[in-house]
């Protein structure tokens, strides 16, 4: 018999050293600093105490679609056998309201110093939370991910109180709270500190320019959020055609480059 699960509260190459995330915010700037220690032995991991990083910030509470996408998006049918393409469910606004981890260790995945993560989902939420559990760590664990080549391994943990990173699944009202300062305005996800908090109606549904292809937004909405968690500001895509860097702002658009979900395509 399983033991109670804790319950919480809400309450690369990229270069070391100094990263930037510039988000703007209502007419203001917010900006994620982190600075990486000169000594320190491993890959950077973002200050808890940090500024929040957002995926950008829609004009006006665009939770239920934009004039680009409809107001009922129709995902694709579940996969089965992919670990990426299940639960896809409804959107929605609100849920419980209490977080918990969901329980589950990984092996240790890759080479490197040891970056641990948990994952958590909000209660009340559609779908199964095993199912997002397994997609993040599928995600996490590729060595197109933030492995680096070398540089970090990963490995997913069920105390989230000792995890480097956590990746919360919520309901898009508790993404504007948990995401605040930043105007998430019931659409995109963000980063704060070292939680990375993905917005279920992104999630289940994806956007429009994405042209159906949930399995890539999904890899890239996790990795840009736990990029967050890791210091890494937002950049710009290089060229038109081009696959877009992880890094990109790609949920509000792609400004000529082709999706794309992984750090390292060559893996």
């Known amino acids: 018999m399983p033991t109670k699960r804790p319950r919480h509260r809400r309450r690369r190459r990229y270069p070391t050293g100094i990263a930037l995330g510039l988000c703007v915010v209502s007419g203001a700037a917010a900006v994620l600093m982190v600075s990486v220690p000169e000594d320190s032995d ?5 200050d808890p105490s940090g500024s929040p990083a957002s995926d950008g910030v829609p004009d006006g509470d665009r ?4 004039e680009e996408q409809s107001s009922s ?3 694709p049918e579940e996969d089965e056998e992919n670990p ?6 409804e959107e929605v606004d609100t849920a419980d309201g209490d977080i918990e981890t969901v329980p589950g260790e990984s092996e240790v995945m890759g080479e490197g110093p040891l970056t641990t993560f948990a994952v958590e989902v909000e209660q009340g939420l559609p779908g199964s939370e095993e199912d997002f559990a397994g997609a993040v760590e599928t995600i996490l664990g590729d060595p197109r991910s933030w492995r680096e080549d070398g540089e970090r391994s990963l490995q997913r943990v069920d105390d989230a109180g000792d995890a480097d990173v956590r990746v919360l699944l919520a309901a898009p009202d508790t993404v504007d709270e948990l995401c605040a300062p930043l105007s998430t305005n019931g659409y995109v996800s963000c980063a704060q500190g070292s939680r990375a908090i993905i917005n279920q109606n992104r999630w289940v549904s994806g956007v429009d320019h994405f042209d159906g292809d949930l399995e890539t937004y999904r890899i890239y909405l996790i990795n840009h959020e736990v990029g967050h968690t890791f210091g890494h500001g937002h950049v710009d895509c290089p060229e038109k055609g081009a696959p877009a860097p992880v890094m990109q702002q790609q949920t509000l658009g792609l400004q000529g480059c082709e999706p794309s979900g992984w750090v390292d395509l060559e893996g």
């Open 63 to 66: 939770r239920h679609g934009t």
């Open 42 to 46: 491993g890959p950077p991991v973002a």
């Open 84 to 89: 990426l393409l299940r639960s896809v469910e």
């Open 73 to 75: 998006p129709t995902a």
